[in-house]
């Protein structure tokens, strides 16, 4: 069974749908992208998930629990977590504030998360008392990121990590993903740099009309000759 | 030296009575905004309706033969601040969530805080009339005077006992709200919300909640503040709304959203209010001495008439949003 499955997904914002019939399935184990043209429905996928848009058709299981049109303070707790695009820290707070925030679900000792998320970011240990918008642009993607991780997710997604960051912290921030997956964390992903983020994906998804377009390992996308014409620029 | 007594109990001691209730009433009013982007008008209804609340515990405590060695007014503070939460939850519950609900505009919300202020001065009106009323009709305002001559000063200080109890009060309240914004779990996620709803949404903290608290923290301020200005000057129905303008400056001073923000412009505005009625006549009447015969002082030499002292508050606002135009504290520009 998939740690989270979505089934011909219809969704969108109220209007004409956006979603059109998307089909995702992840394991824990996996780190699924994807990739896709400008208005294909990528981040609106992410979002359908996490509660932000109304579903109207499909189904999406998480856990082989139902969880469509859930709100995230109920999906948080179940294992889910997301990394939006922008705005996706508290500016006016510390880094140690931020991740406090991240954890506000959990009931239960957290500071062993947090040492963890320190580990894995040791920059951040260093800015801790720092408020979070005095940050750079890679390390604001840091806190982002180890916000989402202090609910301690079985799945972590998330919205262009590499947007609007330098060549250096790509590769940086693609590394963290790769690592905090074999952590044992699921990873789904929307990424502008397909071919970069499709290298090291377990399963690459192309969305294209709000609807899956191809669907297979990252290796044998980069290889289809159709989706690199179409969608990899060649 | 009688001078300079003369201007603490003129200006320190009025000036900080006045700041400390500007700055509870702000506090409320950049609370709300930070979290539901909206300008509450109607904070002042909640001032007056919790002193209007307050005034009636203290007549019954007093009925029932309380006795107490501070006003009752103070004594009835705490369980009024209560009501006043009370109060504050069930006018969200019943006015403005049904519109949030339904995704109305800031503006909207505005303008319905201002149907609530009409509304709820009405109903006051209905039940109390439009007289006012005193605190200390049964019993005496204790006023302490401290004599100075021993600093060569022919004046006492002058300070009454709800003017000390005020500050104090004040200084606890703002304490207080310190250690919950800083230190509590839910403080922070009302930070949280404050910097980026949406991202506060995402991590899970539950947005309602937060609302929640946000009204009962702004009601109970606002009752406190309401009760001691109140008690300050007297009861009647246009109590707060006729201040509502300097608490606003206060808050839009400060920074929108921005609690040690509202803090601060509540004493700044305050301070220069009564700074500038203050009749300077009195403390610079020793150079009458020294000033030749026909360049005598006036009696009153005040920089603005007591009439006038509402537009203090405006000046400080626009010369503050003109500098710094995100105020003080860099609280949101919308």
């Known amino acids: 069974m998939a740690l989270i499955e979505l089934k011909h997904v219809v969704g969108g914002y109220g209007g004409a749908p956006i979603l059109n019939g998307v089909d995702i399935a992840i394991e824990q184990s996996d780190i699924g992208v994807i990739v896709g043209p400008n208005g294909a429905g990528k981040s609106t996928t992410l979002k359908a998930i996490f509660g932000l848009l109304k579903v109207t058709g499909g189904t999406i299981e998480f856990n082989g629990e139902s969880v469509a049109n859930s709100l995230p303070d109920k999906l948080v707790p179940k294992g889910l977590s997301f990394v939006p695009q922008e705005k996706n820290v508290f500016t006016s707070m510390t880094v140690e504030e931020n991740l406090e925030m991240g954890a506000f679900t959990r009931k239960d000792d957290f500071s062993d998360t947090m040492t963890w998320v320190y580990e894995m970011f040791p920059v951040l240990a260093e800015k801790r008392r720092q408020p979070a918008g005095e940050l750079s642009g890679g390390q604001r993607q840091m806190v982002a990121m180890g916000r989402a991780l202090m609910s301690k997710p079985k799945l972590l997604m998330l919205d262009e990590p590499s947007a609007g960051l330098s060549p250096r912290y790509v590769i940086e921030i693609f590394e963290t993903i790769v690592r905090v997956n074999k952590e044992g964390v699921g990873i789904l992903m929307v990424e502008q740099n397909a071919r970069q983020a499709l290298a090291f994906a377990s399963k690459g998804f192309v969305l294209a009309g709000g609807q899956n377009r191809f669907t297979g390992t990252g290796a044998e996308l980069i290889a289809d000759p159709e989706v690199a014409k179409s969608f990899l620029g060649g | 030296m009688t001078e300079l007594i003369f201007f603490i109990n003129q200006v320190v001691i009025a000036g900080a009575v006045l700041g400390s209730i500007y700055a509870l009433g702000a506090i409320g009013i950049t609370l709300i905004f930070g979290i539901l982007r909206f300008a509450h008008f109607a904070h002042s209804e909640l001032m007056t309706g919790g002193a209007f609340m307050a005034f009636l515990l203290a007549s019954l405590f007093a009925a029932w033969g309380v006795h107490a060695p501070i006003p009752m007014g103070f004594v009835v503070l705490p369980l009024?601040?209560?009501?006043?939460?009370?109060?504050?939850?069930?006018?969200?519950?019943?006015?403005?969530?049904?519109?949030?609900?339904?995704?109305?505009?800031?503006?909207?919300?505005?303008?319905?805080?201002?149907?609530?202020?009409?509304?709820?001065?009405?109903?006051?009106?209905?039940?109390?009339?439009?007289?006012?009323?005193?605190?200390?009709?049964?019993?005496?305002?204790?006023?302490?005077?401290?004599?100075?001559?021993?600093?060569?000063?022919?004046?006492?200080?002058?300070?009454?006992?709800?003017?000390?109890?005020?500050?104090?009060?004040?200084?606890?309240?703002?304490?207080?709200?310190?250690?919950?914004?800083?230190?509590?779990?839910?403080?922070?996620?009302?930070?949280?919300?404050?910097?980026?709803?949406?991202?506060?949404?995402?991590?899970?903290?539950?947005?309602?909640?937060?609302?929640?608290?946000?009204?009962?923290?702004?009601?109970?301020?606002?009752?406190?503040?309401?009760?001691?200005?109140?008690?300050?000057?007297?009861?009647?129905?246009?109590?707060?709304?006729?201040?509502?303008?300097?608490?606003?400056?206060?808050?839009?001073?400060?920074?929108?959203?921005?609690?040690?923000?509202?803090?601060?412009?509540?004493?700044?505005?305050?301070?220069?209010?009564?700074?500038?009625?203050?009749?300077?006549?009195?403390?610079?009447?020793?150079?009458?001495?020294?000033?030749?015969?026909?360049?005598?002082?006036?009696?009153?030499?005040?920089?603005?008439?007591?009439?006038?002292?509402?537009?203090?508050?405006?000046?400080?606002?626009?010369?503050?949003?003109?500098?710094?135009?995100?105020?003080?504290?860099?609280?949101?520009?919308?």
């Open chain 2, 80 to 334: 009024a601040m209560v009501l006043g939460a009370i109060f504050a939850l069930g006018i969200d519950k019943g006015f403005y969530a049904p519109l949030r609900k339904r995704g109305a505009k800031p503006v909207t919300l505005l303008i319905a805080s201002i149907g609530v202020t009409l509304m709820i001065q009405g109903l006051i009106r209905l039940f109390f009339g439009s007289g006012s009323y005193s605190f200390f009709e049964n019993e005496p305002k204790d006023v302490f005077r401290f004599d100075m001559s021993a600093l060569g000063s022919t004046r006492p200080l002058v300070i009454t006992e709800p003017q000390i109890l005020m500050i104090v009060v004040t200084a606890i309240a703002v304490i207080a709200l310190h250690f919950f914004l800083t230190r509590s779990r839910l403080g922070k996620a009302m930070r949280a919300m404050a910097d980026n709803a949406d991202l506060a949404q995402v991590s899970g903290i539950n947005t309602a909640l937060v609302v929640r608290v946000t009204w009962i923290i702004a009601g109970a301020l606002a009752c406190m503040a309401g009760t001691m200005l109140a008690l300050d000057v007297t009861l009647k129905p246009d109590l707060a709304f006729n201040i509502i303008l300097p608490i606003f400056a206060a808050a839009i001073v400060g920074g929108l959203g921005q609690a040690y923000g509202a803090i601060a412009g509540g004493l700044l505005i305050g301070f220069a209010e009564t700074l500038a009625v203050f009749n300077w006549s009195m403390v610079l009447k020793p150079l009458n001495t020294v000033l030749p015969e026909w360049l005598q002082l006036p009696q009153t030499l005040a920089l603005v008439p007591t009439e006038y002292k509402l537009t203090v508050a405006f000046v400080i606002l626009v010369v503050t949003l003109l500098v710094r135009p995100t105020g003080i504290f860099k609280g949101a520009s919308s």
